[in-house]
C-alpha cells in the first residue's frame, strides 16, 4: 500500500473515532440532569476556587469530602495550609466551625428546606434563558470530561462551563465569566479520589459542643411575597419577575442590630439576584462591589460568584440589588423597580 493510501486509511481510522465519540456525548440537558442530581458515589479530593472583579482576584483552597446522598465536608485552607474553617452537612444539619474564632454556627441544612420554587421549575427557567450545548473536553485531573456549555439567550448575563467526568457525574471544573468584562469565576480539582469509602465520622455534627454553638440558621428561609409581607407587617413593593428572564424564587427576613433585613431572590434558572429592602440607607462597599463566598461549594452550577451591587430609595423603603450581571442589565431592572 502507498504512503498515500496508508495516510488516507489513518485519516478515516481518526474521523471514524472522532464520530464514535461525539456520538457518546449525551446531550445537554441530560448532563444537565446528571450535575443537578445527588452524588451517585462517594469521593474526596482538592479543589481551587478562583474569582477575578476587576483589579481583584481571590483565592481559596479546600479538601472536600462526598458521601452519597448528601453528607459533605469541606476543610477551608489558610495560604500556610493550616485549616481555617470546616463545613459539615449530614443533609438535615448543618455547621460551620470558626476554627481560628473557635466558633460553631448551626442551622437546618438548604435541602431540608421545601423551596417556593420547584427544582423543576428552576430547571425550566435555565432551559429557556440559556441555550445549552454538550461535547467532549479536555482533561481535567487527569480524567476525561465531558463539556456542557450554557449560553445565555440575553447580553448582559454570565456564561457558564462545567467540565464533567464521564464516569462519575461530578463536575471537575466550572467556570462563569461575563465576555468583555473583568469578571470570572473558576472552581477546579486538583485532586480527586472517586468511589473511596468515606469514614462517617467526617459527617458527624457533635451535640455535645452545644455549649459553644451559636444559635443561628445557615439556610435562608423560603418565604413567598405574601409570606414575606405578613412576616414583616410591611408590604414590599416587589414584582413576580424582573428584566433579563428573571422570575422571583423565595424571600427571607432576617434581623441586623434592631433592624430588619428583608431578602427577595430571583433567578433565571442559573443566575441570581437579590434584592435587600431595608429601613435606612446601607453603606457599599468600596467601589459599588463584593465578592460572595457561597457557603454550600461546590456545587455544580453556583460555586461562588462576585457581584456588583446599587442602592436606591422610594419612600420608607431603601433597596439593595446584588448580582452578578452586567452593569447596563443592572440599571434596567433598577428602572423597573422604581
Same mark, same amino acid.
Given at each position: 500500500?502507498?504512503?498515500?493510501?496508508?495516510?488516507?486509511?489513518?485519516?478515516?481510522?481518526?474521523? =471514524?473515532?472522532?464520530?464514535?465519540?461525539? =456520538?457518546?456525548?449525551?446531550?445537554?440537558?441530560?448532563?444537565?440532569?446528571?450535575?443537578?442530581?445527588?452524588?451517585?458515589?462517594?469521593?474526596?479530593?482538592?479543589?481551587?476556587?478562583?474569582?477575578?472583579?476587576?483589579?481583584? @482576584?481571590? &483565592?481559596?483552597?479546600?479538601?472536600?469530602?462526598?458521601?452519597?446522598?448528601?453528607?459533605?465536608?469541606?476543610?477551608?485552607?489558610?495560604?500556610?495550609?493550616?485549616?481555617?474553617?470546616?463545613?459539615?452537612?449530614?443533609?438535615?444539619?448543618?455547621?460551620?466551625?470558626?476554627?481560628?474564632?473557635?466558633?460553631?454556627?448551626?442551622?437546618?441544612?438548604?435541602?431540608?428546606?421545601?423551596?417556593?420554587?420547584?427544582? *423543576?421549575?428552576?430547571?425550566? @427557567?435555565?432551559?429557556?434563558?440559556? *441555550?445549552?450545548?454538550?461535547?467532549? =473536553?479536555?482533561?481535567?485531573?487527569?480524567?476525561?470530561?465531558?463539556?456542557?456549555?450554557?449560553?445565555?439567550?440575553?447580553?448582559?448575563?454570565?456564561?457558564?462551563?462545567?467540565?464533567?467526568?464521564?464516569?462519575?457525574?461530578?463536575?471537575?471544573?466550572?467556570?462563569?465569566?461575563?465576555?468583555?468584562?473583568?469578571?470570572?469565576?473558576?472552581?477546579?480539582?486538583? &485532586?480527586?479520589?472517586?468511589?473511596?469509602?468515606?469514614?462517617?465520622?467526617?459527617?458527624?455534627?457533635?451535640?455535645?459542643? @452545644?455549649?459553644?454553638? *451559636?444559635?443561628?440558621?445557615?439556610?435562608?428561609?423560603?418565604?413567598?411575597?405574601?409570606?414575606?409581607?405578613?412576616?414583616?407587617?410591611?408590604? @414590599?413593593?416587589?414584582?413576580?419577575?424582573?428584566?433579563?428572564?428573571?422570575?422571583?424564587?423565595?424571600?427571607?427576613?432576617?434581623?441586623?442590630?434592631?433592624?430588619?433585613?428583608?431578602?427577595?431572590?430571583?433567578?433565571?434558572?442559573?443566575?441570581?439576584?437579590?434584592?435587600?429592602?431595608?429601613?435606612?440607607?446601607?453603606?457599599?462597599?468600596?467601589?459599588?462591589?463584593?465578592?460572595?463566598?457561597?457557603?454550600?461549594?461546590?456545587?455544580?452550577?453556583?460555586?461562588?460568584? &462576585?457581584?456588583?451591587?446599587?442602592?436606591?430609595?422610594?419612600?420608607?423603603?431603601?433597596?439593595?440589588?446584588?448580582?452578578?450581571?452586567?452593569?447596563?442589565?443592572?440599571? *434596567?431592572?433598577?428602572?423597573?423597580?422604581?
Amino acid at each position: 500500500m502507498s504512503n498515500c493510501s496508508n495516510l488516507l486509511a489513518i485519516a478515516a481510522v481518526i474521523l =471514524a473515532a472522532g464520530r464514535a465519540a461525539a =456520538a457518546d456525548v449525551p446531550s445537554a440537558e441530560t448532563l444537565l440532569d446528571a450535575v443537578l442530581a445527588p452524588p451517585a458515589v462517594p469521593y474526596q479530593g482538592r479543589v481551587m476556587v478562583t474569582q477575578w472583579f476587576g483589579k481583584q @482576584a481571590h &483565592a481559596e483552597d479546600m479538601r472536600v469530602y462526598v458521601s452519597p446522598p448528601d453528607k459533605i465536608r469541606r476543610e477551608f485552607m489558610s495560604p500556610d495550609g493550616s485549616v481555617n474553617r470546616i463545613s459539615i452537612s449530614d443533609g438535615d444539619a448543618e455547621v460551620v466551625h470558626l476554627v481560628r474564632a473557635g466558633k460553631t454556627l448551626r442551622g437546618d441544612a438548604v435541602r431540608s428546606y421545601e423551596k417556593v420554587m420547584s427544582a *423543576e421549575a428552576e430547571k425550566n @427557567a435555565l432551559i429557556s434563558n440559556y *441555550e445549552l450545548s454538550s461535547s467532549t =473536553a479536555e482533561k481535567v485531573v487527569g480524567r476525561p470530561t465531558w463539556r456542557l456549555m450554557m449560553k445565555p439567550r440575553s447580553e448582559g448575563k454570565p456564561w457558564q462551563t462545567l467540565w464533567i467526568d464521564p464516569e462519575t457525574k461530578v463536575v471537575l471544573r466550572s467556570k462563569r465569566f461575563l465576555p468583555k468584562r473583568s469578571f470570572a469565576t473558576q472552581a477546579q480539582f486538583s &485532586a480527586f479520589e472517586p468511589g473511596k469509602p468515606q469514614d462517617p465520622a467526617l459527617f458527624t455534627i457533635d451535640e455535645s459542643s @452545644a455549649g459553644v454553638i *451559636e444559635t443561628r440558621g445557615l439556610a435562608p428561609d423560603f418565604l413567598t411575597l405574601a409570606q414575606l409581607n405578613t412576616a414583616t407587617g410591611d408590604v @414590599a413593593k416587589l414584582p413576580a419577575a424582573l428584566p433579563g428572564g428573571f422570575i422571583f424564587e423565595s424571600a427571607d427576613v432576617f434581623p441586623v442590630g434592631k433592624r430588619q433585613i428583608r431578602h427577595a431572590r430571583f433567578t433565571d434558572g442559573l443566575t441570581v439576584i437579590s434584592i435587600f429592602l431595608t429601613d435606612r440607607p446601607v453603606k457599599l462597599p468600596k467601589g459599588g462591589s463584593m465578592r460572595v463566598s457561597d457557603i454550600h461549594l461546590p456545587g455544580p452550577l453556583r460555586a461562588s460568584s &462576585a457581584g456588583k451591587i446599587t442602592r436606591w430609595g422610594s419612600g420608607k423603603h431603601h433597596y439593595m440589588l446584588m448580582g452578578d450581571v452586567s452593569r447596563e442589565l443592572v440599571a *434596567e431592572i433598577v428602572k423597573s423597580l422604581r
